[in-house]
Structure formats: C-alpha cells, structure tokens
C-alpha cells in the first residue's frame, strides 16, 4: 500500500510538472499573438541601428517582431555607469537583435534571463562593476544567474555594421542559449541524441580546425576569440553565421549546416 500511493504521489508531480511547462508554453504563445508589430517610430530605430533588419523579408518581420515586443515588456532594463536611462530605442534595437537568434526556432523566449544592464561604453571590472582588481575592459558579459551585460556604444557598432562578423548583441545572447541548459560548453540545448551527436561532430571538427589555421597564421572568417573555448567559439560562429554567411558555408560547411538547423534561418537568402 505505502509503495502504490509513493506511486501516485511520483504520478502526481510528473503530471504537474506537464501542466506547468505545457501552461508557460500557452502563455508564450499567447503573449506572441497578442503582442503585434513594432510601432512605424521603432521600424525607424532598427533601421537605423540594426542594418541586417533592412534586408529582412516581410514575412521574417512579421515573425521577429512580436517576440521583440514580449522580450522588452517581459525582461527588465538597468542603466549603468553614466548613463541616464535605458530608452525605448535602446530597448528595440537590443531585443531585435536578440530576437533574431529565436525567430526561426522553438524557443523559451531566453527563460533564464532576467535583466539587461547598460553602460554607455566599454566596462572594466568582474561582472560589469566596478573593481580594483580587474581591470580588463569588457564590451558585453552573459551570466549564467540570468543577466546580460551590454556596451550600448558596441551594440550600435555592431548593428550598424552588418558585415564585420561582430555584433556583441548575438554574441552574448547566443551565450544565454548556451546556458539555457546550465553549463555554457558550446553545446545548446538540442531535440535529441541524434542532433546532439551530430553538432558535436560538426563543432568540434571545426573547432580544430579553427585552431589550427589560428596556430599557422593563417586568416580565419571568425574572429579569433573563439579559439578561447567551445563556449565562445560557439558565440563567434553564431555572430559570423548572421553576418558572414556565405564565406562560413564555404570555409565550414557542416558547422553552418548545424548552425541552420540550430536557427531554423539560412542567412545567404539576405
């Protein structure tokens, strides 16, 4: 008798966890639908700051912007340093960009995330503060604890400059999708055995490969921070799947059909 209702009482919980995820998922859902297009005024920030937005189709436009305008009214904002107040436009132009990682795929609307800080520029200090000991100038940071950290003087270079392979905005939120599943290791959350073995072959032949034309000198599409470690080669190649499409095709075909599979996107049609 005591084992039947242990039985019931591990049924019970399994079937409330169900519901619960299965009601989040609802409300996502809900919270998309209801949520429309992006006001004429914030189309105007974006193509003034987010030049990728320009080449977007109606339909790809029609799907990001809602998941813009949840992100904004879900996540909360903190001006840093010397700046006055997070604004409206800065708002849009981060979370566009942030969107575009989500657009193409089955998505938790960045789950862990919580805040988004903003410094007019560049940062020092561990975590975005202020700190004696550590001096090193930092452009963005991704916690794990659900916080981004951003340089609102980067994010406006790195939209505005479509082609650079940069965009501290993709990158440090391709670093929350990497923590979605606790550990930011360059391997995402994926479907199922089948996917995650074959990113992983993918990855980490291209992530040698990378190395290596790093050790011999040679020029690489990708911005040489990703050699620091599959957290961040995975970050680089998603800011240079967005922006250098076709030459990652050419120089690492199977991380970029990983990468399309990934983002449910095939940046070349832009």
């Not at 700190?131 to 270079?157: H, K, M, P």
């Amino acid at each position: 008798m005591d084992k039947f209702l242990w039985l019931v009482w591990v049924a019970g919980i399994i079937a409330i966890a169900i519901w619960a995820f299965g009601g989040r998922k609802r409300k996502r859902a809900r919270a998309l639908m209801e949520a429309g297009p992006l006001s004429e005024e914030d189309r105007g920030f974006l193509e003034d700051h987010f030049n990728l937005y320009r080449d977007f189709s109606d339909e790809l436009r029609k799907r990001l912007e809602p998941i813009v305008q949840v992100l904004i009214a879900e996540k909360n904002f903190e001006a840093c340093g010397d700046l006055e107040e997070v604004t409206r436009e800065m708002k849009v132009v981060i979370m566009a960009q942030a969107a575009l990682l989500l657009v193409g795929r089955e998505h938790r609307l960045f789950s862990k995330l919580r805040t988004i800080l903003l410094y007019p520029d560049a940062f020092t200090g561990g975590r975005g503060k202020t700190d004696d000991s550590d001096e090193t100038v930092r452009l963005g940071e991704s916690w794990e604890s659900g916080s981004v950290i951003l340089s609102w003087r980067s994010v406006q270079r790195g939209g505005e400059d479509e082609k650079d392979g940069r965009n501290v905005v993709i990158h440090e939120f391709a670093h929350q999708l990497d923590q979605e599943n606790r550990h930011a290791d360059g391997l995402p959350e994926l479907e199922n055995r089948q996917a995650i073995g074959n990113w992983a072959h993918a990855f980490s032949g291209a992530y040698e490969d990378f190395c290596k034309d790093l050790d011999a000198g040679r020029k690489t599409v990708m911005d040489p921070y990703g050699a620091t470690n599959p957290a961040e080669f995975f970050a680089v190649a998603t800011e240079t799947f967005f922006e250098k499409a076709k030459k990652l095709q050419k120089d690492y075909p199977n991380l970029y059909e990983q990468l399309v599979k990934f983002y449910g996107l095939d940046p070349r049609a832009w």
